[in-house]
C-alpha cells in the first residue's frame, strides 16, 4: 500500500440497522425539544438558579470532543506522524458532525431557538459567545477545506497549510469553549484562568476515546480491518491525554485552593458537595481516569480490544461526570453577596440550587450524540473516507514507502 | 394612587413631562416624593446626563416587612401580581425583588435587604448577551430587550445578584406596560415605564407610602438631589463592591 | 421577528390586502369571501392613512419598538399599547369576546403568527387599575 487507497461504507444490512436505530433516536430527541418548545422549560429540572441544565452537559462535551477528534488529522498531516496519516480525513469528518450535534443541542435548549437568525444578525462583540459563533462556524468551514485538500488530489499540497490552519483554530475554539465559564468571575466555581487549557486536555481524551470507538465499531460491524500496530499507538495515545487531563483538573483545584475566596466551592466540589463529590471523586477520577488508565497500561488488559473499548466507554462516562460537576456543579453552589455571612430568602440565597435531570433534557443530549454519528455514518457512505484497510501488513507497506 | 382617576392622573404626568418639574410632587396627604429631578419629554431621547440610582437604608427595613416586594409584583405583574406561572415549580417562578435576610454568625448582627437588579454601570449581563439585548440605557437603566433575547441565559450565569430570571412557560396576564413571556430573560426595570413618566419605582413608592422612608431614588447626576447629597455626606456600600460594576443600587447600614 | 417571518407576512399580508381591498365596497357578503369579524375601535381616525396602516403597520410598530426599548421615547402616536387601548375591548378573559379582538382576529383571518403577543398585553390598559 503504497498510496492509501479510500473507500465508502459497504452498504450492507447492519449499516442500514445502524442508521435506523441513530434516526430513531435522532427522531426521539426532536420529539423532547418540540415538548419543552411548547410547554416552555418547565417541564425540565432548570431553573432560575441553575439555568444550564443537562443539554448544556451534552453540547459541551460534544463540542469539545469535535475539537479533539481532530487532533488525529492534525497529528498525521502537520505533525507528520503516518501512522495517523490514514485517519485524517475520518477524523475531519468526525469533528465536523460531533461540532454539528453539539450546536444542535445548544441551539434547541434556547427559551427562543426560532429566533436563530437574530443570533446570527445582532452580534454583540464583548460576548464570549457571539465570538464562539464564529469560532464554530469558522471551524467547520476550514475543516471542510482541509477535508476537500485532503481528498481531491490537485488539493494535496494545500492539505499540509490547510492542516495546520485547523489545527490552530481548534486550540482557539477549545479555548473560546473553556472562556465562556472561565470569564464568569462572579461565579466562584469558573473564575479561573486555567479553565481554557483544562478544557483543550479534556478535548484530547474525549476525542480519542470517541474516535477509538468508532473505529472497533468499523472493525466489529463492518469487517473492515484495524490492525494491532496501529491500535496500540492510539490506546498509548489515549493513556497520556487521560493523564493529561487528569493533571490539570488537579492544577485547577489546586490554584483554586490556593485563593482564599474559592475554599467554599472547593470544599464544595471535593468534600461535601454530595451527588457533585460522588461524580467527581468516583465519576471522573476513578472510572473515567484511573481505571481506564490501568486498563490500558496493564499487560493483562492492554492487548486487549475489548477491554480497549471498556476503557474508552469509561473515559467517556467520566468526561460527561466531569462536564456535569464543571456546568452544573458550579451553578448549584451558592453565589456569595455577602462573604462570609450567613443569608437566607425566597429565592435560595445562601443554600446549595438543587437540579434534578429531566427525561427530555436527557433524550435531547443523547440525540445530539446520535445526530453526530448518523451524519457521519451517511457521509462516509457517499464519500470515500475510510483508509481500504490498516492491516498491519498494509501499514507496514505504507510507512516503508512513506521512509522513501 | 388608586384614588386619583384616570383623567387627573394623565393630567398629572402630563405635567410632569411638559415642564421640568424639579420638586417634590404630593402623591398622598403627607407623602411627598423628591425623586424627578428632570422630567423628560416623551419624545426626547434618554441622556447620559441622568444616572438613575437607588439608596437603600438597611437601617428602616424591617425584617419580615416585603411591602416593596408586593408592589413590584403588583406593579409588574408577577408572582402574586398576576395569575400566570402556574406550572413553574417554586425554583422557576420569576422574582424581580427579594427580601434577604443576612445574618453576622460571629457577631450575630442582623439585618435585611431588598435585592434587585443592581443597574450595574459595567454590568456583566449585557458584556455576555451575545445579542446584545442585555443593554445598559443611556441613564443607567439596564433592561432585556425582549424582542431579540434568545433565552441562552447566559447572562444569568454572569450577573452576580442573581437579579434575573427566566420566564419558563407561556404567559397571557402581563400588564400593558410591562411585557414578559416565555422563553426570553427578565430582571428588575426599576420601573422604567413610571422613570418615563415622571415617577419614582413602585417599591420606592410602597416603602415610603408605608412610613419606612428606607429607599430612596433619584439622579445620582444631579448633586441636588436628596440621593446625590445622601451618598456624599453619608457612608454607602455597593454589594460586591470587589468586582467593579459601580451598580446604580447602593446600601446603608450594613 | 426574523426577516424570514417578515418577509412571510409581509407577503400574505399583502395577499389579504388586496382580497380586502377588493371586497372592501362591496362589503363581504358580494364577493362570498369571508371576512374577520371585529370590533369597531374607539376613534374616528388612525394616526396614518388606513390603507397605509394595513400593509405597514408592522414597520411602524417595530420602528417605535426600538426607539422606546434603547432611547425612553415614549410618544403615543405608534406605540403599540395605544393601538391596543384605541383597538380592543377589554375582552376580561371571555373567549369569545378575545376573536373579536382588532389584532387577534385579522392575524387569524391572514394567517399572520407575530410573535408580539407572547409578551404583550393584548388588553387595554384599565383606567383607574394600580396603572
Ligand atoms: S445586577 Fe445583574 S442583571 Fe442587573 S445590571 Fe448588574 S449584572 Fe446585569
Ligand atoms: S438570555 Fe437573552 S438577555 Fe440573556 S444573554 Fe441570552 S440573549 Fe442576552
Known sequence: MKHITYRELPGRSGYYGLLGALALVVLMGFGAFLFMEHHGHYVTGMNNQVVWGTPHVFAVFLIVAASGVLNMASIGSVFGKSMYKPLGRMAGLLAITLLMGGLTVLVLDLGHPDRLIVAMTHYNFKSIFAWNIFLYTGFMAIVAVYLWSMMERRMNPYSKPMGFLAFVWRLMLTTGTGSIFGFLVARQGYDAAVMAPMFIAMSFSFGLAIFLLVLRAMEGGFGWELGGMALKRYKNLLGVFIAATLYFVALMHLTNLYATEHHGVEAFILMNGGIYTFLFWVGFVLVGSLLPLGLLYHPATGGSRTWIVVASVLVLVGALALVYVIIIGGQAYPLVLFPGMEVSSSFNDGVVNSYAPSLPEVVLGVGGIALALALAMVAMRVLRFIPETMSDEAMQQYLEASKH | MNETSEHTDLNRREFLTRSAATAGVALAPGVMLYSVAQARPADEPVSSAVRWGLLIDSNKCASGCSDCVSACERENGWGTGSTDETHSDATQKAQWIRKVEVKNTETGHAFTLPMMCQHCENPPCADVCPTGASFRRDDGIVLVDKHICIGCRYCMMACPYKARSFVHETLTDQKPYAPRGKGTVEACTLCVHRVDAGDSPACVEACTAENHNAMLFGDLNDPESPIAKTVATYATTQIRADLNLNPGVRYQGI | ?131
Not at chain 3, 38 to 56: K, S, W
Not at chain 3, 97 to 111: D, G, I, K, L
Open chain 3, 1 to 131: 421577528m426574523t426577516c424570514f417571518a417578515n418577509l412571510k407576512r409581509s407577503l400574505t399580508v399583502l395577499a389579504t390586502v388586496a382580497l380586502l381591498g377588493a371586497s372592501a365596497p362591496g362589503g363581504a357578503a358580494d364577493s362570498g369571501i369571508p371576512m374577520p369579524s371585529f370590533m369597531e375601535p374607539q376613534g374616528t381616525q388612525c394616526v396614518e392613512d388606513t390603507d397605509f396602516m394595513r400593509r405597514n403597520h408592522m414597520e411602524v410598530i417595530l420602528d417605535h419598538r426600538d426607539k422606546t426599548m434603547h432611547e425612553g421615547i415614549r410618544t403615543k402616536k405608534h406605540s403599540l399599547k395605544e393601538c391596543i387601548n384605541c383597538h380592543a375591548a377589554d375582552y376580561q378573559g371571555d373567549e369569545k369576546a378575545r376573536e373579536q379582538h382588532f389584532c387577534v382576529s385579522c392575524h387569524q383571518y391572514t394567517a399572520a403568527q407575530p410573535d408580539c403577543f407572547q409578551c404583550h398585553s393584548l388588553k387595554p390598559e384599565q383606567p383607574g387599575a394600580a396603572r
